[in-house]
C-alpha cells in the first residue's frame, strides 16, 4: 500500500515509502520508463486491481484510481498532465452536439393513437372507480329527461286520439261548402253528403281505408218541464262509436235518445223519462219531436268542447231532417302507418264532389292547444336540461381536482396538453356513455310498466278525452338525451381541464 508521496521542491527527485522500514533511492530516468509506460498504457483494464510495475527493485502497486497518480509521479509530472486524461479525438463539446428542440414523436401528443388513449382512460377507470361513482347524477339527470318526454308524449297522444276518435278520424269527409265549428256545432253551416250509402260503401273499400263511421248533426234545443238546453243532436253508429252505456239500452229510431251524466244533473232528468227536441233545419211536420230517454252514456273521454252531444242513431236523425239518405260527417280511420295528408289527397281525386280534411285541420284548435302546451313542456325539458348540464360541470371539475395529481403526473413524464385533454374526455365519454345507459334502460323499463299500467289523471269528465295518460319514449326522444348529456359532460371536461392545465404541475400538486 502506499503510504507516503514526497518530492523535493529544489531538485524534483522523488522519495518512495512503503510500509516496511526501506531506504529512500532516486528513479531512474525518463529514457529508462518509457517503455514501461507503454506496456501500462496497452494492459489497462476495467477491473479493481492491476498487476504491479517493478522498476529498480522497488514495487508500485496500482489500482484503476490511483494508476495516473503513480504513473505520473513516477515520471514526476503532473497526474493532470498523463495520457489518460487527455480529450480523445472524437469527443464534442457541448456546444457542438445537435439541441432537441421538441420531443420525439412517439414522445408527443400527436404521436399518441387514439386506441392508445383509449387504453389509457380505461385503465384510469379501472384503477380508480370512485370516478364511476362521481357520475351517478347523469344518470339521474337521463332518467328523469326521459320521463319528461314519456309525459310529453303521454299529453299528445291524449290529445291527438280524442281528436281523431271523437271529432275528426284521421280524415273527416264533409259536402262541399260546409263550414265545420268544433267549439259550436250549433252554427254549422251545413251542406248535406247525398247517396250516403252508395259513399260508405265505396270508402270502406278505398285503398289505405280501415274503418268508416257516418254521422249526421244538428242543433236543437232540449226541452223539460222545468228546464230548456241547446244541445247537438248527432245521429251516428253507437256500437262503432265505442260509446259506453252507463244506465239503459242504445237508442233505435226517431223517439230515443241517450244523454250525459252533466245533462241529467242539469237537466233533472234520467231513463224513461220524455223530453221535447226542437231541431234546426228539421221540416216543420217534425221540427219538435217528443223523445224518450233510453239511456245515459259515458262521455267522459269526449271532453268539454262535446259535452253537449245527445246521441240518436243515424236512421231516426235522418228520419228527423226528412233526408233519408244524407249525412253530414264521415269519419274516416286509416290504415296503421299511412299518412293522413296523402290520404286525403287520394281520397279528393277519387271523390271530388266531396271534401276531404285531416285531423289537424278539422280539430285545429285542439292541435293548436297541444302545440302550446307542449311549447310549455319543451321549456320545462330545456331548462331542466340547463340545469342538469351546469351540475354535470360541476361534477366533472370536482373529478378532475380530485385526480389532479395524475394530471401533473402526465404533464411531468412529458404529455402535452391536448393528449391530456384528450385522455380525459374519453374518460369522461366512456362513463358518461356508461350512465346515460343506466338511465335510458331504467326509464325504458319505468315507461313501459306504468305505460301498460296507465296513469289516472281523475275521474268525471277530461278537457281532451280519456281520464288515464300512458306515456311512451321515441327513438328520437333517447338519441336526443343522450346526445344533449354526453356533449354536456365534453364541454365541461374541455373547460376543466383547460383551466386546469394552465396551471404548472408543481402548482397542481401543491392546490388544495
Not at 62 to 74: K, L, P, Q, V
Not at 362 to 388: G, P
Amino acid at each position: 500500500m502506499v503510504r507516503a508521496l514526497s518530492m523535493p521542491a529544489t531538485s524534483g527527485a522523488l522519495l518512495w515509502s512503503t510500509t516496511m522500514a526501506t531506504p529512500t533511492t532516486a528513479l531512474p530516468s525518463a529514457r529508462t520508463l518509457t517503455p514501461l509506460l507503454r506496456r501500462s498504457k496497452r494492459h489497462r483494464t476495467t477491473s479493481q486491481t492491476e498487476p504491479s510495475v517493478s522498476i529498480s527493485g522497488r514495487r508500485c502497486e496500482t489500482t484503476r484510481s490511483s494508476r495516473d497518480g503513480c504513473s505520473a509521479a513516477m515520471i514526476g509530472i503532473s497526474p493532470l498532465k498523463t495520457a489518460s486524461s487527455r480529450k480523445p479525438k472524437n469527443m464534442k463539446r457541448v456546444n457542438d452536439m445537435t439541441r432537441v428542440t421538441k420531443a420525439p414523436e412517439s414522445e408527443r401528443g400527436d404521436g399518441l393513437t387514439f386506441v392508445y388513449k383509449v387504453h389509457m382512460a380505461t385503465a384510469m377507470i379501472r384503477t380508480n372507480p370512485r370516478s364511476v361513482r362521481t357520475f351517478v347524477s347523469v344518470a339521474i339527470a337521463t332518467f328523469g329527461l326521459l320521463l319528461s318526454f314519456a309525459a310529453i308524449n303521454a299529453m299528445a297522444t291524449m290529445m291527438s286520439q280524442s281528436a281523431r276518435d271523437i271529432i275528426s278520424g284521421d280524415v273527416s269527409a264533409f259536402a262541399e261548402g260546409y263550414q265545420y265549428s268544433m267549439l259550436s256545432p250549433q252554427s254549422d253551416v251545413v251542406y248535406y253528403l247525398g247517396d250516403a250509402d252508395t259513399f260508405v260503401s265505396d270508402l270502406q273499400q278505398s285503398e289505405d281505408v280501415a274503418d268508416v263511421r257516418p254521422r249526421i248533426t244538428a242543433g236543437a234545443l232540449l226541452s223539460t218541464v222545468d228546464h230548456d238546453s241547446g244541445v247537438v243532436v248527432v245521429g251516428s253508429d253507437f256500437q262503432a262509436e265505442g260509446y259506453l252505456p252507463l244506465e239503459g239500452e242504445a237508442p233505435q229510431g226517431s223517439g230515443q235518445i241517450c244523454v250525459n251524466p252533466d245533462q241529467v244533473e242539469e237537466l233533472g232528468i234520467g231513463v224513461g223519462d220524455t223530453v221535447s227536441l226542437s231541431v234546426a233545419g228539421a221540416p216543420t211536420a217534425t221540427a219538435v219531436t217528443s223523445a224518450k230517454v233510453s239511456c245515459v252514456y259515458d262521455n267522459s273521454r269526449f271532453g268539454l268542447f262535446r259535452s253537449s252531444f245527445v246521441l240518436m242513431d243515424v236512421v231516426g236523425m235522418q228520419g228527423i231532417l226528412d233526408r233519408p239518405d244524407s249525412l253530414t260527417q264521415v269519419l274516416i280511420t286509416l290504415d296503421h302507418g299511412v299518412d293522413s295528408e296523402d290520404a286525403a289527397t287520394h281520397l279528393t281525386a277519387q271523390f271530388p264532389d266531396s271534401r276531404f280534411s285531416t285531423a289537424e285541420k278539422t280539430a285545429d284548435l285542439i292541435f293548436t292547444i297541444q302545440t302550446a302546451q307542449q311549447a310549455v313542456m319543451w321549456t320545462f325539458v330545456v331548462v331542466t336540461a340547463l340545469i342538469c348540464a351546469v351540475l354535470i360541470g360541476n361534477v366533472v371539475f370536482f373529478g378532475l381536482r380530485r385526480e389532479r395529481g395524475e394530471i401533473a403526473t402526465m404533464r411531468t413524464m412529458g404529455f402535452d396538453a391536448r393528449a391530456v385533454r384528450h385522455v380525459y374526455s374519453l374518460q369522461v365519454v366512456i362513463i358518461g356513455s356508461i350512465m346515460v345507459a343506466l338511465g335510458t334502460v331504467t326509464a325504458l323499463l319505468s315507461v313501459w310498466i306504468v305505460g301498460s299500467i296507465g296513469i289516472p289523471i281523475g275521474a268525471g269528465q277530461q278537457l281532451f278525452g280519456d281520464d288515464t295518460l300512458y306515456p311512451r319514449l321515441s327513438v328520437s326522444n333517447v338519441v336526443v338525451t343522450a346526445l344533449l348529456l354526453l356533449g354536456s359532460l365534453v364541454a365541461a371536461n374541455v373547460l376543466s381541464t383547460r383551466a386546469m392545465l394552465k396551471r404548472s404541475p408543481i402548482e397542481m400538486s401543491r392546490d388544495d
